[in-house]
Structures are given as structure tokens and as C-alpha cells.
């Protein structure tokens, strides 16, 4: 399939869950069992638009490391066992791992704890060039954080900066650092992956039963289900005041795995495939230094 096909199929794929003006955002609206035109005996197709769309990424990834200008930030958010790291070992299973780090965000040290909380994903943000994954982020500070007020509590903040307008400031200065970001030439993609409270039960009830699944199983992974409502409208109004043109939200569906992977996929496509990479040319003087180890290498 030729590159502009390609981009044109992961436009198809990926608009209808990108959102880039959170206001009217409602999340009952993006169904996780969606799975647009495509059909459960579709899944092939869907496996083999993957693979292609793999290969488009490791292509679009070599651009972006030899242009150095920008970087790619994704952030994957999603309740436990939505499918995050499978969908970033599938989407990134072609991309050069030297092009390429991944970063997971959990509880904060006392380190961390020892600075503002934006302060560990800075120090991990990607090089020019390349592509940064975070496995959740400092999103975690208006999720966990917001529905366990004991966190907050820990983060050492004068009192008299803990209002009730703490998360609205701290949406804020979220959207202000990603515009920071985009102005220094880092592309940031935010997937949310939108799974069911009923097909996370499925899954947990699959990690119980299967012994080679029983070490993804945590208790503390059932306390925080416990909480699902509270999580769901903490995700609706960070995707409300979060998302913008230039750092979108995408609510991915994650009740079949196979159709998250093929939307993000194409989600990453969409935006590397407009920022119009192309590999640098050389100069004159480069040219000739080419033609002339050529010539040494014919003679011998
Ligand atoms: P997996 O379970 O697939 O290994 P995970 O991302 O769920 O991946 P865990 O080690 O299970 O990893 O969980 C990390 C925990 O750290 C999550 O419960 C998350 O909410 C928590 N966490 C992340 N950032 C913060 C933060 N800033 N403050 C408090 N808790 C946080
Ligand atoms: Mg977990």
C-alpha cells in the first residue's frame, strides 16, 4: 500500500476518537466496545492493517530521527487491564528500540515527592528525533490523585495552595506545559483507553483462572474497580479541560483488544504522516565526498 493510502485509512480509523476540543465531551458518547465498520470476522484484516501500519510507523520513526527536529510523546492512560502494554508492544513492535524509550510513571518517590510534580517527566521527556512512550503520566495528578485525596496530602504543598481549585490549575498548567511542548517541536498524542467495567471483570476473572495469567492479578488493581465511577468522571473532566488542537485526546474503545491496537496505530500515523518528514538531503560537497569513497570501493 502506498504511503498516502496508508495515511488516508488511519485517517478514517483514528478521527472519530480524537478529540481535540474537550468542552462538549462526554464520555458515554465513545462506546468501548466500538469497533467502527469493522466485524469480529474482520479481525484478520484488522491484524494483517496492523502489520502494514507497523511497518508505515518504523518508516515514519527513521524520518523523525533523521530530520532531529522533533520529537513524538505518547501517553497512554487507561484503568488496569485496558490493555496498555500490550498496545504499545504491538503499535511499537517494528519502530527501532535505539529510536525509541518507554517510561512508566508509578507512585511517586520520596525523591519525586521532593519536587513539583511535573519535575520526573521532564526529566524523561523525549530527545529531538525521537519517540517517548509514557505508561501513564503526570496525568496520574488529576486522576489517582484527585480520587485519593491521601496522595495529594503526601505532595508536601504549602497549605494555602490547596483549594478547591486545585485541579482546574493543575489542568492548566497541564495544557500550558503541552503547548510548551508543541512550541519546541515535540508532537504529544494522549490515548485514553476506554475499557468497560464489565469486560475488566472478564479479564480479571481470566487472570484468576489461568495459572499463566495469575501474576498480572493484583488485590490492589480490585480495590481501585472499587472506584470506577469516581475514576470515570475524574477521566471525563481531565479529557474536557486537556484536550486541544495540538494535544489531542484519542478515547480509544479497549473492549477488543485487536481494534485498540489497529486505532492507535493509526492515531500515530495520522500525525506523523502530516508533519511532512522527509529525509534530509546532503549538500554539494557531501555528494562529492559519496561519489569519491564509490569510486575507491569500485577499484578494489
Ligand atoms: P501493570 O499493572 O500493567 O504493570 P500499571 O501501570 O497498572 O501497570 P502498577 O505498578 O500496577 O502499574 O501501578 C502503578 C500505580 O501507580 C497505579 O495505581 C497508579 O495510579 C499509581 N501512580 C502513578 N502515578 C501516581 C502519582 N503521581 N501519584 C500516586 N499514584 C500514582
Ligand atoms: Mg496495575
Redesign the pocket.
Known amino acids: 500500500m502506498k504511503s498516502k493510502e496508508i495515511a488516508k485509512q488511519a485517517r478514517k480509523l483514528a478521527e472519530p476518537f480524537c478529540i481535540t476540543k474537550g468542552k462538549e465531551f462526554r464520555l458515554k458518547d465513545i462506546d468501548p466496545n466500538d469497533t467502527l465498520w469493522l466485524k469480529d470476522e474482520d479481525k484478520p484484516k484488522a491484524t494483517e492493517a496492523l502489520s502494514t501500519g507497523v511497518d508505515a510507523l518504523s518508516h515514519y520513526q527513521e524520518m523523525l530521527y533523521a530530520d532531529d527536529k522533533r520529537s513524538l510523546l505518547l501517553i497512554f492512560q487507561a484503568m488496569?487491564a485496558a490493555g496498555?502494554?500490550g498496545a504499545i508492544k504491538h503499535v511499537l513492535s517494528g519502530v527501532n528500540p535505539q529510536g525509541c524509550d518507554v517510561h512508566?510513571?508509578?507512585?511517586?518517590t520520596s525523591e519525586d515527592l521532593d519536587h513539583d510534580?511535573l519535575w520526573r517527566s521532564m526529566k524523561v521527556l523525549p530527545n529531538r528525533g525521537r519517540i517517548g512512550i509514557f505508561?501513564?503520566s503526570y496525568y496520574?495528578?488529576v486522576l489517582?490523585?484527585r480520587v485519593h485525596p491521601a496522595?495529594l496530602e503526601k505532595q508536601k504543598l504549602p497549605p494555602e495552595l490547596v483549594t478547591r481549585h486545585i485541579w482546574q490549575e493543575r489542568f492548566e498548567d497541564i495544557r500550558n506545559f503541552e503547548q510548551y511542548l508543541t512550541r519546541n517541536g515535540t508532537v504529544v498524542l494522549k490515548f485514553f483507553l476506554h475499557l468497560s467495567k464489565k469486560e475488566q471483570k472478564r479479564r480479571f476473572m481470566e487472570r484468576l483462572e489461568d495459572p499463566d495469567k495469575h501474576w498480572k492479578f493484583?488485590s490492589?488493581?480490585m480495590a481501585?474497580r472499587a472506584f470506577w465511577d469516581q475514576y470515570m468522571e475524574a477521566y471525563e473532566d481531565m479529557i474536557q479541560h486537556t484536550a486541544t488542537p495540538n494535544a489531542p485526546w484519542y478515547v480509544v474503545p479497549a473492549d477488543n483488544k485487536w481494534f485498540t491496537r489497529v486505532v492507535v496505530a493509526a492515531a500515530i500515523i495520522q500525525a506523523l504522516s502530516g508533519l511532512d518528514l522527509k529525509f534530509p538531503k546532503v549538500d554539494k560537497p557531501k555528494l562529492k565526498e559519496l561519489a569519491a569513497a564509490k569510486a575507491v570501493l569500485e577499484k578494489k
Open positions: 488496569d496498555k502494554d512508566s510513571f508509578k507512585t511517586p510534580y505508561n501513564r496520574e495528578e489517582v490523585v496522595f493484583s490492589s488493581d481501585e
